[in-house]
């Protein structure tokens, strides 16, 4: 048994419950002043405010003093692409001369790019790569994250994504939740042919990742020049026989009906936003869907902003935030820029902006009865914070502000 106490924290702010907020409950935190956790375990035994101490600190193996600092639960990042080969800093004098995503994409570069480099990089170099990015998430903030595969469109590459989450799930402290992803972009080789490769993926790919056990959830790119919206049914709706979890990327560049569709099939969770309509927004509501808003992809491509205010206040969609950490569109980690962007572009609350990156995102990864809030009987993933409250957090950018991270009750920086 070891046991950690956490005492003199300024504010300890938190969402409460292990389900997606939406409407004016994403706005619902809870603040203490002057409190203390009391861990065992790697579990949040106990949690007290106005000075008083759960136990003495005599009983605790541990003791760390929170110098009237900002207590919040451990960031979850619920989007990420961090199993990859190569860079693609060579595509920014495209960029600057124009070319968008899908021009790139239809030219070969783009997501094509780092498929090639995937493919040929190795387990142990993916792992290597990969172990490091946990390891800067980690002092970022972020204690849970999902990742998904995507950069293979074929089954041994796939796997090997797969398994590289699966060894590093086992190694790292972070917690990761897998989500398998081959319908990310179409292959040369299968242009005009798109049904076709998504009969592979639904009757080949998935049932053998299925009885391999490497991933909770799966993902497709609904977009233009990519999959079209019955395209999209058909691999969701085998997914869903086969037992994963649903998820979409919709609406990033073109309304072709992604979040219409995420809505209609209960995916737990649409990608992107960026363009979603008034009818997007009713079906993702009528069905539960949560919205990952990744700002800071539209920031990279100087694109336009996920409607997140409209989603909260109009629709009562469950808001999420996440980095959409990618060698393309996002090549930042930084979960704290993302909670500035919130602030910033989305113009949410802090305290709608620390739901969005605690509880709503945990809910969208199957991780809501673990993480995302600071409670009794939850693990103790939290953060201290080189801060008095959220709004400094949303109001510093370009610093790290995470002055001590705690995962299950380890403290990791």
């Known amino acids: 048994m070891t046991t950690l106490l956490v005492k003199n924290i300024g504010i300890l702010q938190t969402p409460v419950g292990s389900y997606s907020h939406r409407g004016r409950e994403q706005s619902e935190n809870i603040r203490l002043k002057d409190s203390a956790i009391f861990i065992k375990d790697g579990i949040i035994m106990e949690i007290t405010d106005g000075g008083r101490l759960p136990f003495s600190e005599s009983e605790a193996d541990n003791v760390i003093d929170a110098g009237k600092r900002l207590v919040t639960p451990g960031l979850v990042d619920g989007h990420t692409h961090m199993v990859f080969g190569g860079y693609r800093q060579n595509e920014i004098p495209l960029k600057l001369k124009g070319a968008g995503y899908l021009d790139i994409l239809r ?25 490091g990015f946990l390891d800067e998430m980690m002092s970022l903030g972020v204690t849970t994250c999902e990742a998904k595969s995507g950069y293979g469109l074929e089954l041994e590459t796939e796997i090997k994504m797969l398994r590289v989450l699966e060894k590093l799930n086992k190694d790292h402290d972070m917690d990761i939740v897998p989500t398998f992803m081959p319908a990310h972009a179409v292959e040369d080789i299968w242009k005009g042919r798109e049904e076709e490769y998504i009969h592979i993926c639904c009757q080949e790919m998935m049932p053998e990742i299925k ?22 049914r058909e691999y969701l709706e085998c997914a869903r026989k086969l037992g994963f979890g649903l998820k979409i990327h919709a609406d990033e560049i073109e309304a072709i009906g992604g979040s219409v569709l995420a809505g209609e099939m209960k995916a737990v969770s ?31 491509l100087g694109a336009a902003f996920a409607p997140a205010r409209r989603m909260i206040d109009e629709f009562k969609i469950p808001v999420a935030m ?34 969005a990156v605690t509880v709503n995102p945990a809910c969208a990864i199957g991780k809501g009865h673990l993480a995302g809030t600071l409670e009794k009987g939850k693990q103790a993933d939290l953060v201290i914070w080189e801060a008095p409250d959220m709004e400094t957090l949303c109001y510093r950018f370009g610093s790290n502000l995470a002055k001590t991270v705690i995962k299950k009750g380890k403290i990791i920086t």
């Open 107 to 131: 030219a070969g570069g783009g997501i094509m790019d780092t498929v090639r480099r995937t493919r040929t990089a190795s387990f142990d170099e993916l792992y290597v790569k990969t172990k």
């Open 270 to 300: 649409a990608e992107h936003l960026i363009v979603i309509n008034d009818e997007g927004m009713k079906s993702m509501a009528e069905g539960g869907t949560t919205a990952m808003c990744l700002p800071a992809t539209s920031f990279y």
């Open 211 to 232: 009885r391999l056990g490497l991933a909770d959830y799966v993902d497709v790119f609904t977009e233009d020049s990519v999959f079209n919206k019955e395209q999209s």
């Open 322 to 355: 996440a980095t959409d950490f990618n060698p393309g569109s996002c090549p930042s980690l930084n979960l704290q820029f993302v909670i500035n962007l919130g602030y910033l572009k989305y113009r949410m609350t802090p305290e709608e902006i620390l739901t």
